[in-house]
């Protein structure tokens, strides 16, 4: 099933480098009761996701936070100690985004975003997407249909859509 719109996301364990190593984050906790954003890729240190999708949250982070936004969420097929890496080689972890690892795709895969691609040797990975949650509940959902290409996934494409 792929999510949409009107969807209550699934429960999902995410990972995460706390003070003692890594460390399980319930999303549905992040989610409870507050108005979140989460975008995903399909891989730390890859261009598009380097060079675009990370760095168009990271302009619009204090928008979103005006338009009453409590977290910005970037999930990724990777693990914690990658992720970790990837946000503070980006500034994005100091620009105040939460990174935050799928390492086995379990979130990825229940929400139907996932894809494969052998012959650039992705397996397993996800779409590009950014989406707003409310309360656990998909408000908003924009798919890219190429994972190469950064448009409507985009932080100011969604920021667009929020009153």
Same mark, same amino acid.
């Given at each position: 099933m792929t999510i949409s719109v009107g969807n209550k996301l699934p429960?999902? &364990? %995410?990972?995460? =480098? $706390?003070e003692a190593g890594p460390a399980q @984050?319930? %999303?549905?906790? *992040? %989610?409870?009761?507050? *108005? /979140?954003?989460?975008?995903?890729l399909p891989g730390a240190?890859? $261009?598009?996701?380097?060079?675009?999708? @990370?760095?168009?949250? #990271?302009?619009t982070k204090e928008a979103f936070a005006a338009k009453g936004v409590? &977290? =910005? =969420?970037?999930?990724?097929?990777?693990?914690?100690? /990658? #992720? *970790?890496a990837w946000g503070e080689a980006t500034g994005a972890t100091e620009a105040g985004l939460t990174f935050l690892g799928d390492s086995m795709a379990a979130f990825t *895969?229940?929400?139907?975003?996932?894809f494969t691609a052998p012959?650039? $040797?992705l397996v397993d990975r996800s779409k590009r997407y950014a989406m707003l949650v409310d309360d656990g509940t998909v408000t908003v959902l924009n798919v890219e249909e190429n994972p190469g290409?950064? &448009?409507?996934?985009?932080? &100011?494409?969604l920021l667009e859509q929020i009153a």
């Amino acid at each position: 099933m792929t999510i949409s719109v009107g969807n209550k996301l699934p429960t999902a &364990e %995410l990972f995460t =480098i $706390g003070e003692a190593g890594p460390a399980q @984050v319930s %999303l549905g906790d *992040k %989610l409870a009761g507050r *108005k /979140v954003v989460i975008f995903g890729l399909p891989g730390a240190y890859t $261009g598009t996701c380097s060079t675009a999708h @990370v760095p168009s949250f #990271m302009r619009t982070k204090e928008a979103f936070a005006a338009k009453g936004v409590d &977290e =910005i =969420i970037c999930v990724s097929v990777n693990d914690p100690f /990658v #992720m *970790k890496a990837w946000g503070e080689a980006t500034g994005a972890t100091e620009a105040g985004l939460t990174f935050l690892g799928d390492s086995m795709a379990a979130f990825t *895969k229940a929400i139907g975003m996932d894809f494969t691609a052998p012959p650039a $040797g992705l397996v397993d990975r996800s779409k590009r997407y950014a989406m707003l949650v409310d309360d656990g509940t998909v408000t908003v959902l924009n798919v890219e249909e190429n994972p190469g290409v950064c &448009e409507t996934s985009a932080g &100011e494409a969604l920021l667009e859509q929020i009153a």
